[in-house]
């Protein structure tokens, strides 16, 4: 597999998606956090289209509005303008309960700090997703091994996170944002508190998924190591985007 980059390409271009489906749009969104004393115009009708099976990171300077964006692309966040259209539904149809359901359904999460449960063990935290959305207990433990088993640690399956490195505790965060067979996974900083070893193994597994399943990935990160991997690397600076890069894999 070879990869080359390319020229960031012109503004009137830096948002147009790749060839194939949209799986997610941005159109002209806007979100201002306003405490009274404070007024931050944190996107600035930003427009971006994701297709389905890329992998895109979004870089650029602390506070530019990297995961305001992914918030608000994943309805974490509500917007103070424009649109989120997601599988072809804007989100501003789907009722809180609705948008709460499509995310458990249809998306996967991996943060910076992993954010298991200290007191269950790795295939308990993978599983428990699915035991929230009222899975079968023995369907939800079937899963959650094999999402295990996609990261590699299936034999890991009994400890705890305190029994786990950081490495391999983000890889049950992997593959809890797998268990529910997501059409996308949001990853905000995944490898940011790695050490660049267990970083670039990170990065890989995420692209070898990818790859071979044809997820869909958006990949918040300071980390030009992890940008270099993805399919295109999206700039952003003070809540606007303002250039692309395409990284043509073959």
Known sequence: MAVGTSAPVRAAEQTAPRAGVAIVEARSIRKTYDTGAVRVDALRGVDLALVQGEMVAIMGPSGCGKTTLLNCLSGLDSLDGGEVVIEGTPLSEMSDRERTDYRARRMGFVFQF??????????????????????????ARRRALDALGLVGLRERASHVP????????????????????????WADEPTGDLDSEN????????RRLNIERGLTFLIVTHDIAVGRKTDRIVRMVDGVIRSEELLGVS
């Open 114 to 139: 992993y954010n298991l449960m200290p007191v269950l063990t790795a295939v308990e935290n993978v599983e428990l997703p699915l035991l929230l959305a009222r899975a079968d207990g023995g369907e």
């Open 162 to 185: 305190d029994a786990l490195s950081g490495g391999e505790r983000q890889r049950v965060t992997i593959a809890r944002s797998l268990v529910n067979d997501p059409a996308i996974v």
């Open 199 to 206: 970083a670039g193994e990170i990065v890989e597994l995420m």
